[in-house]
T-cell receptor, first 115, second 109 residues
């Protein structure tokens, strides 16, 4: 069964450093998403991406964040200058039609720890 | 604003039945999802409702009433592995998933 994959599974970085989180969505999907979940809190929407551009973004997704689909398979989230409060699980999701539903399928997540 | 409410925590006994409720107020509605999330893992898809009524899938069923802004997830024949958080999420008019805070389900033997 096709699945969304994410690398790395765990990233530790120093405050102020840049990080790039990578995702490979399900191959025939067209809509891509990034979410984050701070430990013990709810899942929060960051950004959606379609047709090589951002379609929606939340207040969290400020100028420190960017997304890119550099080739036909990868979908990346870059945090330019990390802050302590960026420590969270970051989930990538992709959307397609499965059995008539508009389900978003999630990757396993990247745990980002900012020291 | 957009709001999704579900109980913070529920406890049930192995082999029993539990119903997890979710109420929502969102800008537009393109369906309601239930996801299961074990600690430290990604949410995994359980069910999707866009029309009123009950959808049954094995031990899990999900119900939707759009007029009441209400859904529930019903879990039957509970197993210890069902201990997890259950997340209610609504797809709004922009096709954004709006998430509830999740219901932590504790199963006791």
């Amino acid at each position: 069964e096709p699945e969304v994959t994410q690398t790395p599974s765990h990233q530790v970085t120093q405050m102020g450093q840049e990080v790039i989180l990578r995702c490979v969505p399900i191959s025939n999907h067209l809509y891509f998403y990034w979410y984050r979940q701070i430990l013990g809190q709810k899942v929060e929407f960051l950004v959606s991406f379609y047709n090589n551009e951002i379609s929606e973004k939340s207040e969290i997704f400020d100028d420190q964040f960017s997304v890119e689909r550099p080739d036909g398979s990868n979908f990346t989230l870059k945090i330019r200058s990390t802050k302590l409060e960026d420590s969270a699980m970051y989930f990538c999701a992709s959307r397609g039609l499965a059995g008539g539903t508009d389900t978003q399928y999630f990757g396993p997540g990247t745990r980002l720890t900012v020291l | 604003g957009q709001n999704i409410d579900q109980p913070t925590e529920m406890t049930a006994t192995e082999g029993a039945i539990v119903q997890i409720n979710c109420t929502y107020q969102t800008s537009g509605f393109n369906g309601l999802f239930w996801y299961q999330q074990h600690a430290g893992e990604a949410p995994t898809f359980l069910s999707y409702n866009v029309l009123d009524g009950l959808e049954e899938k094995g031990r899990f069923s999900s119900f939707l009433s759009r007029s009441k802004g209400y859904s529930y997830l019903l879990l039957k024949e509970l197993q210890m592995k069902d201990s997890a958080s259950y997340l209610c999420a609504v797809l709004d008019s922009n096709y954004q998933l709006i998430w509830g805070a999740g219901t932590k389900l504790i199963i006791k033997p």
